[in-house]
């Protein structure tokens, strides 16, 4: 099996059933091509979780704070996520 060093966790929640919940918390305006990387962080720490306890529900999640008072808060290529 591959070594990884995957990133640190930024939230981590275990919910009554079980269901681990590992957020990875990002500024307003990430870079457009950060993306990519982000989604490898996400499906390491799913695979680093799933090596330990093969049983394991886990969700990764990318929360990015929200400003409703802030006028220009569109995140460029924020759908990349789903379609790479």
Partial sequence: ??????TKV??????HDGTI???DIKTAKPNAGGFKE????????????????PNA????????PYNPYEHNHTIV???ELCST
Wanted: some cysteine.
């Fill in 10 to 15: 930024d939230v981590k929640l275990v919910a």
């Fill in 21 to 23: 919940y590992l957020f």
């Fill in 1 to 6: 099996m591959k070594t990884v060093k995957p």
């Fill in 38 to 53: 982000f989604k490898r962080t996400l499906l390491e720490w799913v695979a680093t979780t799933l090596a330990a306890n």
């Fill in 57 to 64: 529900n886990v969700q990764t999640l990318i929360a990015i």
């Fill in 77 to 79: 290529g924020q759908c």
